[in-house]
């Protein structure tokens, strides 16, 4: 943060423009990262975030992706779809409004059928790991699919309260999931397009579900 508490928040990394396809190198990367300012500090929850300069970010956002996947045979029409995410800096200066119009474009992307619920419209507890397992038993949710950096500090018991099992979960190192851990989501996108895509992602979902059986 710096003194005029700006803040970046949540980067993920775009590949170098004209780097070979999965082989790309951290140092040649660029944060697609969103100017945010903290009204009450680090205690300041999503929906108190806000961005501090709204139509700078909006330029940075759309020239990234533009430099970045212009070239790519699935741009035109992601570029289409990304319209009312940028329009969306014009008339808000909420960080919470943004993201979730950006996720909900990726999710459509690869034809997710769900609905997004909102945790502060669900009655939670305050501790992290009993926030996050009545958080998944007010949704339904039977499994907690956890990356390995929750691991660490996740309490399995509060889960347990609910017949809720957690799954460990890390991205293949393999082909298009590489880089998973280092780059947005888009890139996978403009890689292999939506319908491929989406086929990965079911194929993945299988073999989690199998290693659950």
């Given at each position: 943060?710096d003194?005029s508490?700006r803040?970046?928040?949540?980067?993920?990394?775009?590949?170098?423009?004209?780097?070979?396809?999965?082989?790309?190198?951290?140092?040649?990367?660029?944060?697609?990262?969103i100017s945010?300012h903290?009204?009450?500090?680090?205690?300041?929850?999503?929906?108190?975030?806000r961005?501090?300069?709204?139509?700078?970010?909006?330029?940075?956002?759309?020239?990234?992706?533009?430099?970045?996947?212009r070239?790519s045979?699935?741009?035109?029409?992601?570029?289409?779809r990304?319209e009312?995410v940028l329009?969306a800096?014009?008339?808000t200066?909420?960080?919470?409004?943004v993201?979730?119009?950006?996720?909900?474009?990726l999710?459509?992307?690869?034809?997710?059928?769900?609905?997004?619920?909102?945790?502060?419209?669900?009655?939670?507890?305050?501790?992290r790991?009993?926030?996050?397992?009545?958080?998944a038993?007010?949704?339904?949710?039977?499994?907690?699919?956890?990356?390995t950096?929750?691991?660490?500090?996740?309490?399995?018991?509060?889960f347990r309260?609910?017949?809720?099992?957690?799954?460990?979960?890390?991205?293949?190192?393999?082909g298009?999931?590489?880089?998973?851990?280092?780059?947005s989501?888009?890139?996978?996108?403009?890689?292999?397009?939506?319908?491929?895509?989406?086929?990965?992602?079911?194929?993945l979902?299988?073999?989690?579900?199998?290693?659950?059986?």
């Amino acid at each position: 943060m710096d003194r005029s508490g700006r803040r970046a928040v949540r980067p993920q990394g775009l590949p170098a423009p004209g780097a070979p396809r999965l082989a790309r190198r951290v140092s040649e990367q660029q944060w697609l990262s969103i100017s945010t300012h903290l009204p009450h500090g680090r205690p300041t929850s999503i929906r108190g975030a806000r961005l501090a300069d709204p139509a700078r970010c909006q330029r940075r956002v759309a020239q990234l992706l533009a430099d970045h996947y212009r070239h790519s045979a699935y741009w035109l029409l992601f570029k289409r779809r990304l319209e009312p995410v940028l329009a969306a800096f014009e008339s808000t200066d909420r960080l919470a409004d943004v993201t979730e119009l950006s996720t909900r474009l990726l999710l459509e992307e690869v034809g997710w059928p769900g609905r997004i619920l909102h945790s502060s419209d669900l009655l939670a507890r305050g501790e992290r790991s009993q926030r996050l397992a009545d958080l998944a038993w007010l949704t339904g949710a039977t499994t907690y699919l956890c990356g390995t950096g929750g691991m660490r500090y996740l309490d399995p018991a509060a889960f347990r309260v609910h017949l809720i099992e957690i799954l460990p979960f890390h991205a293949p190192a393999l082909g298009m999931w590489a880089s998973a851990w280092e780059v947005s989501a888009v890139h996978a996108l403009m890689l292999v397009g939506p319908r491929a895509l989406r086929r990965e992602l079911e194929a993945l979902r299988g073999r989690v579900l199998a290693g659950v059986r």
